[in-house]
């Protein structure tokens, strides 16, 4: 195996430092230039932040059954050009991953294609169909490992399947992740409800339905003492529910997607589906109110609820349109510019929010430690001071569904190692 010098990289954000990596570990940090190693390939980090690689907590892999809309292959491609070295792959897949065998699949995939460590994420009720639930202790056991599970696309709206799931994951550290979504609530809703769906004419999405299953699920969670993890929270009133459910010392995570930091609910005037998602962009104050919570904690995580979508799903009218939004390649740089650029998380924040927490969040060992000697080299090295325009052509992603197209994002992702090897050098895929 190589080695590899990281000359003058500012572990995050902190002062230029030589980092050696060598037979995939961390093996020395020295004062910048002044490390040196026999045959060791040099890497230019001047001036380039080295933070953990990132962990996302949600993403639509969408093999097996959508390989028209993305693959192990080319979404792990995308996460790792993101500077992620490992994602949790939702399971609304078809076969739906809600068996061992479903779930060892897509991990061999993801081993196959050697982008990033994916984690497969276990249906909690077969099918998606939340009537009856998974074989969780089979999937928990088999070669995945899985510890997450959601029927993310669906919400688990039954409270009895949904206290069930919380106690069987009890056994093996595991967690439910909730699609919250009130489904009675929500029926043929297309974008937040609020003055501008009467406007427009579109079915309202109201931040309430939301709001009720995460209050009865953290209550649940509590009552079982068990583990909850609340997907992609799009609200002010989500956060206060959060905010009180963690002051009462609850075992309950939530995360906040990169598209819900920056873009409001004004954008459907555009009727572009490009901006039609679930939950959906809510109003510039759940903005402000998801930004705080991100900064003070009350969020555990960024992640991406990556979900491609092929031409045909998604380049038609809006209210035919799949819902979802590309995340993994412009995540980090999103980030930036919602929390670092305005001064709301350092980069030792962005670390603790994209790396740390959601992989101690999926039970995932040897992601998301500190960039110190002894440590696995997952490193993303990052330019901030670059800016580059967003092509969605340009995109490893099978499809081309980003929000950002035409952007301007500060940020590139110059490498990413997995266990000391680049998966991506000099901003390209190794
Ligand atoms: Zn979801």
């Keep these: ?222 009552h079982v003492g068990s583990r909850l993890h609340v997907c992609h929270v799009s609200s002010a009133g989500s956060v206060d529910i959060l905010r009180w459910a963690k002051s009462k010392g609850w075992a309950v995570t939530a995360e906040v997607t990169p598209h819900h930091l920056l873009l409001t609910d004004d954008l459907a005037t555009t009727y572009d589906p490009v901006y039609k998602v679930n939950p959906p962009l809510r109003t510039a104050d759940d903005v402000t109110a998801l930004r705080e919570a991100l900064a003070d904690g009350t969020i555990d995580a960024v992640a991406t609820d990556h979900a491609p979508h092929s031409h045909e799903d998604k380049d038609c009218e809006w209210a035919a349109a799949a819902m979802g939004m590309l995340g993994l390649e412009t995540a980090l740089s999103v980030v930036q510019e919602a929390m670092v650029e305005t001064g709301l998380l350092d980069w030792a924040g962005v670390a603790d929010r994209m790396s740390t927490r959601p992989a101690r969040i999926g039970s995932l060992e040897a992601h998301g430690t500190a960039l110190e000697v002894g440590a696995v080299a997952n490193i993303v090295l990052v330019d901030p001071s670059a800016r580059r325009v967003v092509d969605p052509f340009a995109l490893a992603s099978r499809s081309r569904n980003t929000p950002f197209a035409g952007r301007t994002l500060p940020g590139v992702v110059v490498a990413t190692f997995l266990r000391g090897r680049p998966t991506v050098l000099d901003g390209k895929l190794q």
């Design 1 to 222: 195996m190589s080695t590899y010098v990281l000359k003058g990289a500012r572990i995050l954000g902190a002062a230029a430092s030589d980092v050696l990596v060598e037979d995939g570990v961390i093996v020395a940090i020295g004062p910048a230039g002044a490390t040196s190693r026999a045959g060791a390939e040099v890497v230019d980090a001047d001036g380039l932040v080295a933070l953990p690689g990132l962990v996302d907590l949600h993403t639509h892999l969408r093999e097996p059954g959508r390989e028209d809309a993305e693959t192990v292959e080319t979404g792990t491609a995308a996460a790792a050009l993101g500077g992620f070295t490992a994602v949790h792959a939702m399971a609304n897949t078809d076969p739906v991953a809600d068996t061992a065998g479903v779930v060892e699949q897509v991990w061999r995939l993801g081993r196959e294609a050697g982008h990033c460590d994916v984690r497969p994420v276990g249906a909690v009720t077969v099918g998606l169909a939340g009537t009856q639930l998974a074989e969780l202790g089979a999937m928990a056991d088999s070669a995945a490992r899985v510890r997450v599970f959601s029927d993310d696309g669906n919400c688990v709206s039954d409270a009895v399947m949904m206290r069930r799931a919380l106690e069987y994951v009890k056994a093996f550290g595991g967690v439910v992740a909730q699609h919250a979504q009130e489904p009675r609530l929500t029926e043929g809703a297309q974008m937040n409800e609020g003055e501008l769906s009467g406007v427009l004419g579109l079915q309202g999405w109201p931040a309430v339905a939301e709001e009720a299953i995460i209050a009865r699920d953290v209550l649940l969670a509590a």
